[in-house]
Antibody, heavy 117, light 107 residues
């Protein structure tokens, strides 16, 4: 059974940083792309970033470009999203997801990030 | 950016009835279209990919159709567990994609 355990959210002050983690089980991480998607009251569901199975190719949405790093540790079955210079509009629920067959077919349970002073 | 719109915003149906949800893309996405179901407190769940292929373990009452800019998700006979929000998602420029604002299916 595919499972994706997320951690790392919380209350962050504007301008701060955080690192989100997603540990997977039930499949071999090294074979698959991984993604981050967030959900906010204003923008709804928003694709943020994707990383190839090897980690050599990474894509970022414009909203994250220049202040985020997506990385993976296949040996630890985990992926990470490091975010800096957080803003109010980064508040939302962050999901990791994978593509095993097509689209985003498995999702983590989500972790809440609140950016507020 | 490809903008996705969905209609209606809310669909009120009774159990056993047929539900038809629409999704429109601002430009052609070919068949690179997925549908997700989301219940409160849960992540989205993939129902349909490639516009018309059911994801594994998805009941046959869910079907998708369309290509280009117009897409439809049909729930043939609504069950109580189907009341949720449904999102379409285009991934024409994979992995970059955009989601629709959702359609809420309720009683």
């Amino acid at each position: 059974e595919v499972q994706m355990e997320q951690s790392g959210g919380g209350l962050i002050q504007p301008g701060g940083s955080l690192r989100l983690s997603c540990e997977v089980s039930g499949f071999t991480l090294s074979g698959y792309e991984m993604h981050w998607v967030r959900q906010t009251p204003v923008k709804g569901l928003e694709w943020l970033s994707s990383i190839s199975s090897t980690g050599k190719t990474i894509y970022y949405a414009d909203s994250l470009k220049g202040r985020s790093t997506f990385s993976r540790d296949n040996a630890k079955s985990s992926v990470f999203l490091q975010m800096h210079s957080l803003r109010d509009e980064d508040t939302g629920i962050y999901y990791c997801a994978t593509t095993i067959i097509d689209a985003f077919d498995f999702w983590g349970q989500g972790t809440t990030v609140t950016v507020s002073s | 950016e490809i903008v996705m719109t969905q209609s209606p915003v809310t669909l009120s149906v009774s159990p056993g009835e047929r539900a038809t949800l629409s999704c429109t893309a601002s430009q052609s996405v070919s068949s690179n279209l997925a549908w997700y179901q989301q219940k409160p407190g849960q992540p989205p769940r993939l129902l349909i990919y490639g516009a018309s292929t059911r994801a594994p373990n998805i009941p046959a009452r869910f079907s998708g159709s369309g290509s280009g800019t117009e897409f439809t998700l049909t729930i043939s006979s609504l069950q109580s567990e189907d009341f949720a929000v449904y999102y379409c998602h285009q991934y024409f420029n994979w992995p970059r994609g955009t989601f629709g604002p959702g359609t809420k299916v309720d009683l």
